[in-house]
T-cell receptor, first 113, second 116 residues
Framework: GAGVSQSPSNKVTEKGKDVELRCDPI?????LYWYRQSLGQGLEFLIY????????KSGLPSDRFSAERTGGSVSTLTIQRTQQEDSAVYLC???????????FGQGTRLTVV | KQEVTQIPAALSVPEGENLVLNCSFT??????LQWFRQDPGKGLTSLLL?????REQTSGRLNASLDKSSGRSTLYIAASQPGDSATYLC???????????????FGQGTTLQVKP
């Protein structure tokens, strides 16, 4: 596609429910990143995929968070048993390769009530 | 651990002024540095990417410089306009010492307001 696409754009969920956030990167981009931005805060790194290498999961805040990238393209970030502190904007980005320009999607705003 | 700092946190200038935003990082062994713009409630828009072998990049009224050895980058905005009002974020990418990851580490951003 023309840009990085994220869905849904907004998600309201009840505490304790599981949610899945989707990211469609730019076609042909081998690198994919997930970040979280809480209200008024900077970007917190979550996870990074690069081609067929093992992902860098060092930013995932707890074992309730997981992500996968199928076929080297679409990625899904899953949050199990959501908590109110999970409320944030989740941003996805992709780049053609490591060390090249990264392009961000518009984000998914997650609200846990 | 790489840390990225942006100064100032907020800046307000009258239209037409030239201005400089600062970014510093603690580990100089990086692949690149990228500047982004974020408008309220929006995603990030890439402005400029500087590879580690480069010293500066220019796009229109924007000029970004990189001094790896001192761990600094600046974003220069010439003849500022109200439409430049946004939060500007710098991010350093890829850590050569670790040998693998290309993840971006972000600063907290500088919120710029350009008054008409």
């Amino acid at each position: 596609g023309a840009g990085v696409s994220q869905s849904p754009s907004n998600k309201v969920t009840e505490k304790g429910k599981d949610v899945e956030l989707r990211c469609d990167p730019i076609s042909g981009h081998t690198a994919l990143y997930w970040y979280r931005q809480s209200l008024g805060q900077g970007l917190e790194f979550l996870i990074y995929f690069q081609g067929n290498s093992a992902p860098d999961k060092s930013g995932l805040p707890s074992d309730r968070f997981s992500a996968e990238r199928t076929g080297g393209s679409v990625s899904t970030l899953t949050i199990q048993r959501t908590q109110q502190e999970d409320s944030a904007v989740y941003l996805c980005a992709s780049s053609r390769d490591r060390g090249t320009e990264a392009f961000f999607g518009q984000g998914t705003r997650l609200t846990v009530v | 651990k790489q840390e990225v700092t942006q100064i100032p946190a907020a800046l307000s200038v009258p239209e037409g002024e030239n201005l400089v935003l600062n970014c510093s990082f603690t580990d100089s062994a990086i692949y690149n540095l990228q500047w982004f713009r974020q408008d309220p409630g929006k995603g990030l828009t890439s402005l400029l990417l500087i590879q580690s072998s480069q010293r500066e990049q220019t796009s229109g009224r924007l000029n970004a410089s990189l001094d790896k050895s001192s761990g600094r980058s600046t974003l220069y905005i010439a003849a500022s306009q109200p439409g430049d009002s946004a939060t500007y974020l710098c991010a350093v990418g890829g850590f050569i010492r670790s040998g693998n990851t290309g993840k971006l580490i972000f600063g907290q951003g500088t919120t710029l307001q350009v008054k008409p």
